[in-house]
Each structure stands twice: as structure tokens, then as C-alpha cells.
């Protein structure tokens, strides 16, 4: 077993603004983790509220063919029917051509999310990962202020013995699940997000996806025209509350009101846009009233395995997701061995438009009317 060294946040006082280091049972000093520099650090102190901007889809100049990307060297395998596509071979996301990009964005759209194998994306450094970023949208910066040193916007998660062990979100449930869109609290939400394995456990882990198009997909005629004008606050506060660094908090948080039934952008596709962990309540419903409605929508949500998928995390695994027609769930089952196990993950998350219902958006690859899935090309 490797020395246990705990570092605790203590504050750097010789620069400003302030940066405080990560607490971990792993040795990090210089050269001993190959992924040291990616451990969490905190800029300490008050930004400005996030303001609304406009935002224009990469994925909406795409070629519609992909063609960019499927005439590769590359195999694309539906992971189901309803969400998922998994890349092996001939393909490097640090590789990719602006025109790639733009179809993977567009294929990410589609899909819900985006499997490759074998990155070499781990290791190009931060800069090239933040550029890459970049190409999608204006990169957001997390409330809670972790980041890697010196780059606001690349955003470490970490598990280790010390680190997160008892992840304060989860102590007091039975299970780890927590389902949510990031940070569906802001004003613009989350688009083409790009999340990766630094150093994971061989066994545990794991990723839990779910297409939220195809539970909107899923429910009646009837009910879907219920909540096509239905709008839900969705709240900060909670997450800012149950962390036990509440200094490390860089904004105040916030309540944003958004539509349950969201348009995507570049597809066209309805989804529902409402989840667990950040959904509070319906505009100009009674308490009551609204809390039936949302605790049916998460359950549906959360409990049709017609469109959800679990992805294992392997050196060189990235996932490129839509964080507008998706959930996710990471899975806290893992042992953790002290100064040994460690769940390090990086995630680059560029903002989107601001969520918006159109009733009269066709889904575009939408030929039968019913499930866009079926006509998907890869
Ligand atoms: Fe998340």
C-alpha cells in the first residue's frame, strides 16, 4: 500500500486569488501520479452571476451524412436502440477536424451519447483539452469552484479513501443513484459535454445513462400535450448546501425556471427536461399537484431500461454526451483501498442555449412520426 499522506485544504496565501489544494489519501507529489496536475484545486472567492447569451450549435452546420466522420477507418455500433453509440478504431478525438467535430456534436444530438476506446485525449494536456472545449460553446465554470490549476474550466472529479469517500449527496440514501442534467439550474444549460477516465477502478464505477427523448417519446399523446406548456424551477441551492467546503463556492446560487418538454436545437427532437436532483417545482401548479406530476416524470424517467445504457470506464475511455436529452448517474459501488483506489475522472463542459420549448419542431430524422430511432444511420 502506498504512504498515506493527507493534505488538507489549506489555503496558498501567497497568490491572489487564492487557490487552496485538494485533499487526497493518494501521493501526488510532482511525478509520482501520472494525473497529479488534474487533482481538484479551488479558487477561492465571489464571481458575478452567470448572464444569459445566445448560443449557435456547432452540430446544427454539420453535414447532415456525417460523412466527415463515418469515412473513417472507424466502427460505429448502436448501443441500443434508443441511446448510445459506441466508436472503436480509427479515430482520435484529439485528431478530429473542426468538421468532425461539428458531426460528432450533431451525432452526440442524435444519440444522447458517444462511446470512444483507446484516447489518446487523456494525455495531450490541458491546453489542447481546453481548446477542444472551446470549439463547442463558452465552457462553464462550476459554482462549487473546483478546477484543474489554473484552468477554471476543465472540471476534475475525484474519489480517493479521503477525497469524497462518504460523497455527502448520498450518505444518508440507500443507493448512489442521483440522476440529473449538470447544473440544470443555470440560465443557459449544458450542451455537447466531454467527460473522461484519468485513473478509475478495475471494478465499479461505472456510468449510468438515459435518453430523455425517448422517455418523452415513451408517454401518450395526451400527457405530452399536458405538459407542453408546463414550466419547472430548477434550484442551485440544494447542491451548495449539503457541501461541507461551503467557502469553495465562486457564485451564489441560483433558481432558473425552464420548460419540462425542451426542444433540441440541431435535431428537432421534444425531451423532457426535468430531473431529481435539481427540479423543484411547477409553475402555477399546487404543491400537491406538482409534486405528483414530477415524481411520476422522474420515475418514468428513472425506470425505463428501454432507454437507459451502463458504461464501464477503462484507461483511454471518453465519452462525448448531450447533457440537453440526457441523465446521468455515476455509481459510488466501488471499494475504496486507501492510498490505492481512486475514481479520477475530467469533464469539459460547454454551455448551450437557453432551454426552450417549439411545438411545431419536427424531429429531422423523424421519418415515421413516432420513434426518430429507428431511421438513426449508425
Ligand atoms: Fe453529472
Known amino acids: 500500500m502506498a504512504t498515506t499522506q493527507t493534505i488538507t485544504a489549506a489555503l496558498a496565501t501567497q497568490t491572489n486569488p487564492v487557490q487552496s489544494a485538494a485533499e487526497t489519501s493518494v501521493e501526488y507529489r510532482e511525478g509520482e501520479y501520472k494525473y497529479a496536475a488534474y487533482l481538484p484545486h479551488y479558487t477561492l472567492g465571489r464571481q458575478l452571476p452567470l448572464e444569459e447569451f445566445e448560443h449557435h450549435d456547432v452540430g446544427l452546420r454539420a453535414d447532415r451524412d456525417k460523412k466527415a466522420l463515418l469515412d473513417s477507418d472507424a466502427t460505429f455500433h448502436e448501443i441500443t436502440p434508443a441511446i448510445g453509440t459506441e466508436i472503436r478504431g480509427g479515430l482520435q478525438l484529439s485528431a478530429l477536424t473542426p468538421a468532425q467535430l461539428d458531426e460528432m456534436a450533431l451525432l452526440a444530438a442524435e444519440r444522447g451519447v458517444v462511446v470512444f476506446h483507446d484516447q489518446d485525449f487523456a494525455d495531450i494536456g490541458p491546453d489542447r483539452q481546453l481548446a477542444y472545449g472551446q470549439h463547442f460553446g463558452r465552457l462553464h465554470v462550476h459554482q462549487m469552484g473546483g478546477h484543474i490549476k489554473d484552468y477554471p474550466a476543465l472540471l476534475p472529479v475525484y474519489r480517493d479513501f479521503v477525497a469524497g469517500a462518504v460523497d455527502n449527496e448520498i450518505k444518508n440514501n440507500i443507493s448512489s443513484i442521483k440522476w440529473h442534467s449538470d447544473m440544470s439550474y443555470e440560465i443557459n444549460g449544458v450542451g455537447t459535454t466531454t467527460f473522461l477516465a484519468l485513473d478509475v477502478p478495475l471494478s465499479g464505477g461505472d456510468t449510468l445513462y438515459l435518453s430523455t427523448t425517448a422517455a418523452y417519446e415513451a408517454l401518450s399523446p395526451g400527457f405530452r400535450e399536458f405538459l407542453h406548456d408546463k414550466y419547472a424551477t430548477h434550484s442551485g441551492f440544494t ?31 421534444k425531451s423532457l427536461y426535468v430531473n431529481r ?71 469539459i463542459t460547454p454551455q448551450a442555449e437557453r432551454p426552450y420549448f417549439d411545438a411545431g419542431a419536427k424531429a429531422k430524422n423523424n421519418k415515421t412520426g413516432e420513434s426518430k430511432w429507428k431511421d438513426t444511420v449508425v
Open 239 to 269: 447542491q451548495a448546501s449539503v457541501h461541507e467546503h461551503r467557502e469553495r463556492y465562486i457564485r451564489e446560487p441560483i433558481e432558473t425556471v425552464h420548460p419540462i418538454v425542451r426542444t433540441h436545437p440541431v435535431t428537432g427532437a
Open 277 to 347: 436532483l435539481y427540479t423543484r417545482k411547477i409553475q402555477g401548479l399546487k404543491e400537491e399537484e406538482s409534486a405528483t406530476i414530477l415524481n411520476f416524470l422522474y420515475n418514468h424517467i428513472e425506470h425505463g431500461q428501454d432507454w437507459h445504457i451502463r458504461v464501464h470506464w477503462t484507461p483511454g475511455t471518453v465519452i462525448v454526451y448531450d447533457n440537453r436529452n440526457t441523465q446521468h448517474s455515476a455509481l459510488r459501488d466501488f471499494a475504496v483501498q486507501e492510498g490505492v483506489t481512486r475514481r479520477h475522472m475530467l469533464r
